[in-house]
Antibody, heavy 126, light 112 residues
């Protein structure tokens, strides 16, 4: 069974750094993109970017470029999202999700973001 | 960025009735491979989002056939026939053709 287990809720002060995790299991970690999605309190979903553990290829949304860093530790099949200096406006739930694309010969078969973590609530407050 | 616009913002539907949600993109989502890169997700209350449809009209694994997706280019529709109580939540479309991928604002479905 494919699973994405996210780290627990965090409460931080403005200016602090943070790294949250998304531990995966049940599939070949390096062969699938991991996406990150933000949901601010009472708001909709925002696509932050995607990370490919196989070669560390990263595509950030311009809205989040320079604000966060996506990375992974392939030895433990875990993806990370980190901030160097949090702001109050970073308060949100952050979801990781697997972006499923299967290769069939010369074709790429897309299946959407098919498995999601439960989310990590990040609260930034002084 | 591709702008994705959903309508309506909310729907109140009686059990057994049908519901339709519209999603429009500012650019065509038709890829050269012939597929439209448009997904539908449902976020039930207190839960993570889950994929319902991908490539506009392909139902994700385990999704009941009461859900159907249609459309091409810039105009897409998610239809739920015979709405059930378990269908409540917020529905999002998302374009997956270009990065950054972008979500619509969401449509909240409630049961009458």
């Amino acid at each position: 069974e494919v699973q994405l287990v996210q780290s627990g809720a965090e409460v931080k002060e403005p200016g602090e750094s943070l790294k949250i995790s998304c531990k995966t299991s049940g599939y070949s970690f390096t062969n699938y993109w991991i996406g990150w999605v933000r949901q601010m309190p009472g708001k909709g979903l925002e696509w932050m970017g995607i990370f490919y553990p196989g070669d560390s290829d990263t595509r950030y949304s311009p809205s989040f470029q320079g604000q966060v860093t996506m990375s992974a530790d392939n030895s433990i099949s875990t993806a990370y999202l980190q901030w160097s200096s949090l702001k109050a406006s970073d308060t949100a739930i952050y979801y990781c999700a697997r972006r499923r694309i299967e290769v069939a010969g010369k074709r790429y078969l897309y299946y959407g973001m098919d498995v999601w973590g439960r989310g990590t609530l990040v609260t930034v407050s002084s | 960025d591709v702008v994705v616009t959903q309508s309506p913002l909310s729907l109140s539907v009686a059990p057994g009735e049908s519901a339709s949600i519209s999603c429009r993109s500012s650019q065509s989502l038709l890829h050269s491979d012939g597929h439209n890169y448009l997904d539908w997700y449902l976020q039930k209350p207190g839960q993570s989002p889950q994929v319902l449809m991908y490539l506009a009209s392909s139902r994700a694994s385990g999704v009941p056939d009461r859900f159907s997706g249609s459309g091409s280019g810039t105009d897409f529709t998610l239809k739920i026939s015979r709405v059930e109580a378990e269908d409540v939540g917020v529905y999002y479309c998302m374009q997956a053709l270009q990065t950054p991928n972008t979500f619509g604002g969401g449509t909240k479905i409630e049961i009458k």
